[in-house]
């Protein structure tokens, strides 16, 4: 699958919703879904983001602590126009509410994200229906493959798609039906070994031969580092580092951790010239 062109603020045909999905909870969505967000402010694009995801609500937690974060230092970090939408068990409101939030945003934001719960539910599907590009953080391990394939034990062999391939493929066929859009599917490597391990080598082959047979486009994601966990807690993301007056000092393995995050982001094609992290390549 060919990689995303580059995204343009208000181009009438660019893409222009973000949805970060995955229905196996603790595969890193929300510390990816910040880390966008982020990106994208930097990179010149006005942006709205909605957390589907709010009994959890990491992602609303985050910006909550960005904005402390900001306020306490008095740091003028960029900030989305967030909101949280609450499941609330009658799915015709719900749905109606998401549409509401998404096309509020759509008329003053170039970009909207959207987080979606680790389950499926009705309001998680209605996320996923409107995504342009839909990004999927899987971590590295045959436990979390089972989401998107069952494998043969013996042979290392895909069988089939599972039930998230499955419903990915459906909303797909939806979009098609309902305005000829398409969606392009980011499947993203997360959590990743520092280390060369034959499971990591496995399961980069059965995700490449996943890619080919179901259309998705796979790229290597963020290292487990424990300064996302750190970074959390401050609201801040690797691309706040580099600014005057935060009380954390860059470290070769922030470096590094830029690096990965340079990927994705021009996976999702954040113009080079506006990339933030465009400068770190000669780090």
Request: no cysteine.
């Given at each position: 699958?060919?990689?995303?062109?580059?995204?343009?603020?208000?181009?009438?045909?660019?893409?222009?919703v973000v949805v970060v999905g995955n229905e196996k909870g603790g595969s890193g969505k929300s510390t990816v879904a910040m880390h966008l967000l982020i990106g994208f402010l930097r990179?010149?694009?006005?942006?709205?983001?909605?957390?589907?995801?709010?009994?959890?609500g990491t992602l609303s937690t985050y910006v909550r602590n960005r904005e402390s974060y900001a306020s306490r230092f008095e740091l003028p970090l960029p900030m989305p126009t967030h909101q949280s939408i609450q499941l609330s068990g009658f799915e015709s409101g719900d749905r109606n509410r998401l549409d509401d939030a998404v096309e509020a945003l759509l008329a003053e934001c170039d970009l909207v994200l959207i987080d979606t719960p680790g389950a499926d539910?009705?309001?998680?599907?209605?996320?996923?229906?409107?995504?342009?590009?839909?990004?999927?953080?899987?971590?590295?391990?045959?436990?979390?493959?089972?989401?998107?394939?069952?494998?043969?034990?013996?042979?290392?062999?895909i069988l089939r798609p599972s039930h998230y391939s499955e419903m990915v493929w459906d909303i797909k066929k939806q979009r098609g039906l309902r305005d000829g859009g398409s969606i392009h599917w980011v499947v993203l490597r997360n959590r990743l070994s520092q280390l060369d391990a034959r499971n990591k080598r496995d399961m980069e082959g059965?995700?490449?031969?996943?890619?080919?047979?179901?259309?998705?486009?796979?790229?290597?994601?963020l290292c487990e580092r424990v300064i996302y966990r750190e970074m959390y807690l401050k609201g801040l993301t690797?691309?706040?580092?580099?600014?005057?007056?935060?009380?954390i000092t860059l470290s070769m393995s922030h470096i590094a951790a830029r690096q990965e995050l340079r990927r994705l982001l021009d996976a999702l094609g954040v113009p080079q010239h506006a990339n933030p992290l465009a400068e770190a390549a000669a780090e």
């Open positions: 699958m060919t990689m995303m062109p580059p995204l343009t603020p208000r181009s009438p045909s660019a893409p222009r990179a010149g694009f006005t942006v709205g983001s909605i957390d589907l995801d709010a009994r959890q539910n009705h309001l998680s599907r209605a996320g996923h229906a409107w995504a342009d590009i839909l990004v999927t953080p899987l971590n590295d391990s045959f436990i979390d493959l089972d989401v998107l394939a069952k494998v043969d034990p013996a042979s290392m062999r059965l995700l490449r031969d996943l890619a080919r047979r179901i259309g998705f486009q796979l790229i290597e994601g690797l691309l706040d580092l580099r600014d005057k007056g935060t009380d």
